[in-house]
């Protein structure tokens, strides 16, 4: 059946809406919190991946969050900008206000339905949460024609109860219905019962979008979203990488390929151009400087990766036996020389739109062309892989108050190791000249002198970007301080300028956590 919807006119049963919400429900993992500039740089990459919706963030949790929904709704264009809002009256004018400017909007409100949220989190009666989801609703639809009501925990909420709710929220105007299963608890079959009980019990049911949203607790939040779609949903609630809330949503690019890949089972579509996915899924990792698990479904390095003797021999003879998609599909390319010294500025540039780096601003350009032809100078072959982790590195510090310079070092078996350094700070250049177990711990003791914090160091990691003694060096390091946790990332031939740059990229993380107001205690949804 085709439904008429506010956002996307008449919707045909074959479609799928997918709705981000790598902004707000994968923002909310510990140590991924994300500052304006990059929310604003990931939503634009989402627009381009053909999300249909981007839950841009939760404006009234705190000024920050309100910003940068504000700021989404404006510059982004394309996709149906949603801010989330309790049931609180405050909390949807907050939300009203926030994605206004935006060229489709949506709010999206809920409250909790399950017994044991009502009894211990609300402290609500059934009757309260049935008025709270009529009045609530009820305030978004004057604000707002597109307007999402979920039931959070909907998945351990008992049935009878559920569908009364769901039927309150579609008299009030909701448009689309929401069932997350918020806690990872659900199995297939229960997704598919829930979904097959309204759908037969709702009046007015087959005429809203039908929305699931499912974590991954239990490793099924794939699986059940899947489910959900077979019996009925038509709107698919996921994040870039699966991040999100412990051990988070239902990864987009999984659920994608599942549709693409298995249309003799499940003949949806959805608006995703999947050739992108790697290149959003690599941006996501370089701004939180969280890396997937190389075994991760479709975006992890050995995803298209062959060792056995005998998948190889497969592979050789058709690539259809051990692959059930091509590389190219999500955006994988094979390693290949692409550039070298002698390449140009203007060849620089167009390599870079190729790979799906448009729009780059002048100064990020300049400064990411320097740094390969310094690498070109160093290493006797540049892949493409080398180029995206420079590129990455550098658009990822356009917004930062402290930059790398240059660093000198003398390190051997012979005594201390010895760190000289230089950063910009505020645009001023400062250095310092330190020594340490090591040219990692002197180059980390030159930055504290620096720029002094009381952060601890927790991790720090190193990986190579591509094969080889000359590949370029991805590290890692993570920062706790006060209860904040933050990870940076660097990118560099050197490891060690690589550790400089990534503590760099952390610190500068950590500072806009220290200016972001403190949030109320709020409970969302998912």
């Not at 044991?116 to 949460?129: F, G």
């Not at 079959?189 to 239990?218: C, K, M, Q, W, Y």
């Not at 979203?225 to 609630?237: M, N």
Request: charged share 25%; net charge negative; hydrophobic share 40%.
């Amino acid at each position: 059946m085709t439904i008429n919807h506010p956002s996307f006119g008449q919707l045909p049963p074959d479609r799928v809406v997918v709705f981000d919400t790598t902004l707000r429900d994968g923002e909310q993992s510990p140590g991924f919190s994300m500052n304006l500039a990059e929310k604003i740089r990931l939503a634009h990459a989402l627009a381009e991946l053909g999300a249909d919706v981007i839950e841009a963030g939760f404006p009234i949790a705190s000024p920050g969050d309100f910003d940068s929904v504000e700021a989404i709704a404006r510059e982004v264009r394309g996709p149906v900008i949603c801010g989330l809002a309790r049931s609180a009256p405050g909390d949807i004018a907050r939300a009203a206000e926030a994605v206004r400017p935006a060229e489709r909007a949506r709010i999206h409100t809920f409250i909790s339905t399950s017994k044991l949220h009502m009894k211990y989190k609300l402290r609500m009666t059934p009757e309260d949460v049935l008025a709270a989801v009529t009045s609530s609703v009820t305030l978004a639809r004057n604000h707002v024609a597109d307007v999402e009501w979920s039931a959070e925990d909907g998945s351990r909420t008992e049935p009878d109860f559920l569908a009364r709710c769901v039927e309150a929220a579609i008299a009030a105007g909701a448009t689309t219905i929401n069932i997350p299963d918020t806690v990872g608890y659900a199995l297939p079959e229960d997704l598919t019962r829930i979904f097959t009980d309204l759908l037969r019990r709702v009046p007015g049911a087959d005429t809203v979008v039908l929305s699931a949203h499912n974590h991954n607790d239990l490793g099924l939040a794939v699986a059940n979203t899947v489910a959900a779609l077979r019996a009925g949903a038509r709107q698919v609630e996921c994040t870039i990488n699966g991040i999100g809330e412990r051990a988070g949503n239902a990864a987009l690019e999984e659920i994608t390929m599942a549709l693409r890949t298995r249309q003799d089972a499940m003949p949806w579509h959805t608006g995703i151009a999947s050739e992108r996915i790697l290149r959003t899924s690599r941006l996501l990792s370089t701004i939180t400087g969280f890396d997937v698990q190389p075994n991760k479904a479709i975006v992890g390095r050995n995803a298209f990766a062959h060792e056995s003797g005998i998948h190889q021999d497969g592979m050789l003879k058709n690539a259809q036996t051990y692959e059930i998609m091509t590389p190219e599909s999500v955006g994988w390319t094979k390693t290949s020389l692409v550039m070298g010294k002698h390449s140009g500025r203007a060849a620089f540039r167009d390599k870079l739109a190729s790979m799906g780096y448009a729009g780059i601003g002048d100064n990020a350009l300049n400064d990411a062309f320097r740094r390969f032809k310094d690498i070109a100078d160093r290493k006797k072959i540049v892949y493409d892989e080398d180029i995206a982790a420079l590129v990455d590195d550098e658009l990822g510090r356009d917004h930062t108050r402290i930059r790398f310079c240059e660093l000198d070092l003398h390190a051997g078996s012979r005594g201390p190791a010895r760190a000289e350094l230089t950063l910009e700070v505020d645009g001023v250049r400062r250095s310092a000249t330190e020594t340490g177990d090591g040219p990692v711990d002197a180059t980390f003791r030159a930055i504290r002198t620096i720029f002094p914090h009381e952060a601890t160091l927790v991790l720090f990691s190193v990986g190579a970007v591509t094969e080889g003694t000359d590949a370029q060096a991805k590290t890692t390091v993570r920062l706790s301080e006060d209860g904040k946790m933050v990870d940076g990332q660097g990118a560099d031939t050197d490891t060690i300028v690589a550790s400089a740059r990534a503590y760099v990229h952390a610190l500068n993380k950590l500072m806009v956590k220290r200016l972001r107001t403190q949030p109320a205690e709020l409970s969302a949804t998912g």
